[in-house]
């Protein structure tokens, strides 16, 4: 099992920076469900003066009778567990008055407080402006509803508009992260092909079992904590989630293009377009548009751990409520090997911008490209320059480098840009080669196996933050 509190070098001292400030600190904390925003938060409160309270959708009394007993056990006032306020400002007010050195003041689950009473944004605009401004407090609301933070909390008609505040949207791990945790490189691939990279989910796979057996414990089995977990999260982040859940599994269907999630979805165009929007925001899928395209893209689940479980566990949902496991690996053991040949492009494509390869860092605006029935896993260009990069994806053993790059080579015929005068580079990346190859009819072959990964890995590893 992976630690509890995984990296985040980055966004604490991010934080401990902020905190060291003898001024009033307001911060704005969001990010999607199980991203560890809790889980950072409390590490960085641990040997600090100040309280962390989690926000409910009971009712507003009940939430300002929690703030009350947190304030008392910050200060040691009676008079907070006493006051009769249903006032979250006199509350501040009391608090002002009582703290005059640096304390931390987290309030998680913000959204809940605003569905409650959406007039608490001008409340805290107001605690800000008139109550903290002249103390050393940092105050910290955090939030997984992106909708309302983004658009409500921070949003240009968001009565904190304006206000001298930091936010911070947190993001799910790197590939480096999760390499730098496991250990073993394929291993490492397999969990974030199936588990992704929210640390609320990678905390499931176990690294002493296969990856057998973490998909059957973890997902399969009926009751476990992953069987249902994207049924959830879509019931807690969206209010129509039916709807999001009918198009991500016509995604996992193959339907892609947005004529035929239309027609199997039976939503029109106009209607179609919001979810779909909503599900990029929140880095679930992915309009992929092919270059040299300006239309004819298609929708990809880009969320590994969501991919798997639209692809595998939703479909054979009727054979696992009865217990029937054994007729759903045995669809997985024969599917997985196609399922994880997509899912090695995405990370590909990952490490290429986090410019992990040496020979490649300067090849960026990375694409798909494909006409009629010829495909190129990746092309990239090198700046102003007429030198494009092209790339395949194999995730086999025993690649015969030549035989991929001959194949490559004839489709690159096909891709218009340049043709004339353009300098071709190619890449073959694969679990391992029986054959590499350095050059192909005078352009550069570069052959990169899961060994060469992982020493690259290595060697950047004290830098796992990078373009975090």
Sequence with gaps: ?????????????????????????????????????????????????????????????????????????????????????????????????????????????????????????????????????????????CGSSLAVMENDVLGYKSPLYGREMNNFKLMPFNFITVYSAIKDI??????????????????????????????????LTKGMNLYDEPLILLRQEFKESRTYRLILKYISLGYTTMGKLCSACGIDKSNIMKYLSTLEETNIIRHILPFGMKRKGYYEITDSFFRFWFRFVYPNKDNLEIGDIVSVEKEIKKEINTFFGKSFEYLIEELMKSKLFDELKEFSNIHKWWHKDKEIDIVAFKGDSKEILLCECKWQEDVEAEKIIRELNEKAKFLKWNNENRKEIFSVFAKSFKKRLGSFENKKVYCYDLRDIRGLLEKNISNIFINR
Aim: glycine letters at 4%; hydrophobic letters at 40%.
């Design 1 to 141: 099992m992976l630690p509890q509190f995984l990296d985040r070098k980055y966004e604490l001292k991010l934080l401990e920076d902020l905190y060291s400030r003898t001024t009033f600190k307001f911060f704005i904390l969001y990010g999607r469900r199980r991203v560890g925003k809790t889980e950072l938060l409390k590490h960085f409160l641990k040997g600090k003066k100040g309280i962390y309270a989690l926000a409910t959708d009971e009712n507003l009394r009940e939430n300002i009778r929690e703030l009350k007993t947190k304030f008392y056990e910050l200060t040691k006032k009676d008079y907070f567990l006493k006051i009769e306020t249903d006032s979250i400002y006199d509350l501040f007010k009391y608090l002002a008055e009582e703290v005059k050195d640096n304390v931390v003041i987290i309030i998680d689950e913000f959204p809940y407080l605003l569905n409650l009473n959406k007039g608490l944004l001008s409340t805290f605009q107001k605690i800000a402006d008139e109550l903290l401004k002249d103390s050393k407090i940092m105050l910290i609301l």
């Design 186 to 219: 394929e291993k490492a691939i397999e969990s974030y092909f199936i588990f992704g990279n929210v640390p609320y989910y990678l905390k499931f796979f176990k690294i002493e079992k296969d990856i057998s057996s973490n998909i059957r414990d973890s997902f």
